[in-house]
């Protein structure tokens, strides 16, 4: 089981070269579970390219639905927000990537990622994780 976090998602649906590499990790047939906040990173992290005159909404909108589109099961904020705040002020790291490390950690899945802060994090807490791709 995989649990797929935004940086991942986004960058899969952008078809970076680390994307490309993830998509054909994920597409293994592999469940793919994450947060119902993935929903609102995505929109808010492509919301930032289109303010910048960097895409238009239209392309955002379609790269939004892929990234979300690749997970094949959504887990409830409310199932895990207390974990990921109380792990957060243990932590001392965002609540936002600890509710997909709680739920990698809770799931025995491996927590994908490219946000390198949180994938040393996993690595220290003994969770499941890949963070980098050597291409």
Same mark, same amino acid.
């Given at each position: 089981? %995989? =649990? !797929? +976090?935004?940086?991942?998602?986004? &960058? ?14 994920? #597409? ?11 929903? %609102? ?8 390219? =289109? $303010?910048?005159?960097?895409?238009? #909404? ?12 690749? =997970?094949? $099961?959504?887990?409830?904020?409310? #199932? &895990? ?17 600890? !509710?997909?490390?709680? /739920? ?6 491996? /927590?994908?990622?490219?946000?390198? $802060?949180?994938? $040393? !994090? ?5 969770? +499941? ?7």
């Amino acid at each position: 089981m %995989i =649990v !797929l +976090d935004c940086s991942a998602a986004a &960058n899969i649906a952008q078809g970076t070269s680390e994307g490309n590499a993830l998509r054909a990790l994920i #597409e293994k047939g592999e469940d793919v579970i994450s947060s119902e906040l993935l929903f %609102i990173e995505t929109a808010s992290s492509f919301r930032k390219y =289109v $303010k910048l005159d960097l895409m238009t #909404e239209a392309e955002a909108l379609i790269l939004i639905r892929d990234a979300v589109g690749l =997970v094949t $099961k959504y887990i409830s904020i409310h #199932e &895990n927000y207390i974990e990921a705040f109380t792990e957060s002020l243990r932590l001392k790291h965002s609540v936002y990537d600890m !509710l997909y490390l709680t /739920l990698a950690r809770r799931n025995g899945a491996t /927590l994908v990622t490219l946000d390198a $802060k949180l994938g $040393k !994090l996993c690595e220290e807490q003994g969770v +499941d994780c890949i963070h980098q791709i050597n291409l």
